[in-house]
């Protein structure tokens, strides 16, 4: 970059220290921002009297100063600040002249007698060059604006502050951040208006607070990648401990870099799972859950600088329980669905594989069955004209009667044999009994080893101790039996009536 900056002689013996205070844009000037920039060039005064006039040179970086060629004269020795106007350098379009400014030199002092003092002029009477501050950009990068300018030297150790002002209408400018350092010479604007012009300032100021100097106005515009319309988790379902995440992300996005994350709370720190590099369009994740918990899901939108530029909603599956039973009762319970966008929601549940269940409310349900069945909740979307929405399907869970094997509570006696177990809901290969009196008297037993569903008549008891009817009364029973495939024998104990 070809900064543009300023230089003073000081050829007078007994002359104060004489420097440039300031070089700084003139923004207040009725030509500016034509191409020829107005600069406000402010020095310290000359308290030598035989100096006559100052000269203002120009010169662009890495040349040398042409002494006999000055840009302005100044004729007025006790005068302390004059406005310059940059001059195009030769063979530099108007744009890149913009870009990159040219150097200018200031100031002269000489006497009367001007030949005997240019024949005096040396580097060792010139102050260090002055420079301007000028802003350059690189608005492309990640749909954010970074300027960044040279550092204005010129002050070393009195240089207070940059501050850094920014905005879409130029004649309203607002602070956007303060820089302490000298070096630090570059901003990121990480929230541009999109489509709209953004003008960028860069104010210097002294560490008296008298002095201030401005650099150009800066205006760009942010060319933004193109942000997908829609990133959407549609649904996600659940089985053998699995989550299978469904999701539709628009694929015109410019945006190539999606994140899917979990989260066990919906308003959680959400957690790197799957990165997808690619335009993906409409596609599925199968998710390892750990145990039975419940995992809610979020698609991340990054730019190549790995800035978040958009998000999904939030989904997760329906984790379906039994939570209690009373004998063929089961009391099902199920995640209370959020996954559905708030402009359909959630129409209602309906369980499959159970054919009475098709319209529920709420997340909970009594279902009884006599049968062993395999179930599973889903959840529906309300779509207006009856379209089909989306649907969420929860794990299966296998709903299995209670197996009972049980005496009733009374039987009768004096005719052909009736006394025997009931079997409901199960099998029995085993089966053992033995009946006793109040008095402690075994009466009855018997061993059957025999696969049974139900017990058959030949296999029942008839009443009768010693080849007589046992008298009326209440008898004591201990019963074992074992249901098939497992050989752990259930013990049931209890009493049952006989009567004539």
């Not at 539709?248 to 957690?271: C, H, M, T």
């Not at 690619?278 to 039975?292: F, L, S, T």
């Not at 299966?396 to 009931?422: D, M, N, Q, S, W």
Request: charged share 20%; aromatic share 12%; with cysteine.
């Amino acid at each position: 970059m070809l900064f543009a900056s300023i230089c003073l002689s000081n050829i007078i013996h007994g002359q104060e220290e004489f420097k440039i205070l300031r070089v700084s844009l003139d923004h207040s000037h009725p030509d500016y921002p034509e191409d020829r920039s107005p600069i406000v060039v402010e020095w310290s005064p000359v308290t030598e009297p035989s100096v006559v006039r100052l000269e203002i040179h120009q010169t662009w970086s890495g040349n040398k100063i042409n002494l006999s060629d000055p840009l302005k004269v100044i004729t007025d020795p006790s005068q302390t600040i004059d406005t310059i106007f940059y001059e195009q350098q030769p063979d530099v379009v108007t744009e890149a002249n913009q870009e990159r400014p040219v150097s200018i030199t200031v100031v002269r002092m000489i006497n009367d007698n001007d030949l005997l003092h240019e024949e005096s002029i040396g580097s060792r009477i010139f102050n260090r060059a002055h420079n301007t501050i000028f802003i350059d950009s690189n608005p492309d990068k990640c749909d954010v604006i970074e300027i960044s300018w040279n550092s204005y030297s010129n002050w070393e150790n009195e240089f207070k502050e940059y501050i850094v002002y920014g905005g879409t209408d130029i004649t309203i400018l607002a602070p956007l951040d303060t820089i302490t350092k000298l070096r630090t010479q570059d901003f990121i604007d990480t929230n541009p208006n999109e489509d709209v012009q953004s003008n960028y300032l860069i104010k210097a100021v002294h560490v008296s607070d008298t002095l201030e100097v401005y650099s150009n106005v800066f205006a760009t515009t942010a060319d933004f990648q193109t942000l997908p319309e829609y990133t959407y988790i549609t649904h996600v379902n659940n089985k053998n401990n699995y989550d299978s995440v469904y999701f539709n992300v628009d694929p015109q996005s410019e945006l190539d870099s999606f994140i899917l994350k979990r989260a066990v709370q919906p308003d959680g720190d959400y957690i790197n799972y799957k990165l997808y590099t690619y335009p993906i369009g409409n596609d599925a994740v199968r998710v390892n859950r750990v145990n039975d918990s419940l995992y809610y899901y979020k698609l991340f939108a990054y730019n190549e600088c790995s800035n978040v530029r958009g998000t999904s909603n939030i989904n997760h599956p329906i984790i379906l329980k039994n939570t209690d039973r009373d004998k063929n009762t089961f009391q099902l319970e199920w995640t209370n669905y959020i996954g559905f966008d708030e402009l359909n929601g959630l129409s209602h549940y309906r369980i499959i594989g159970y054919p009475e269940g098709g319209n529920i409310v709420g997340n909970t349900y009594a279902l009884t069955t006599e049968d062993t069945l395999t179930i599973q909740v889903q959840a529906i979307e309300n779509t207006p004209d009856d379209r089909p929405g989306n649907i969420c399907t929860s794990n299966e869970i296998i709903l299995k009667p209670v197996p009972e094997v049980y005496f009733r509570e009374a039987y009768r006696i004096g005719g052909e044999a009736t006394i025997g177990p009931t079997i409901e809901n199960t099998a029995i290969d085993y089966y053992e009994i033995k009946v006793f009196n109040r008095n402690g008297i075994m009466v009855y037993e018997n061993t059957i080893e025999e696969t049974m569903s139900e017990f058959p008549d030949h296999h029942k008891w008839d009443g009768k101790y010693n080849n007589s009817f046992l008298p009326a009364g209440t008898y004591i029973y201990h019963m074992l039996y074992s249901v098939p495939g497992n050989s752990l024998k259930a013990i049931d104990k209890g009493y049952f009536i006989l009567a004539k």
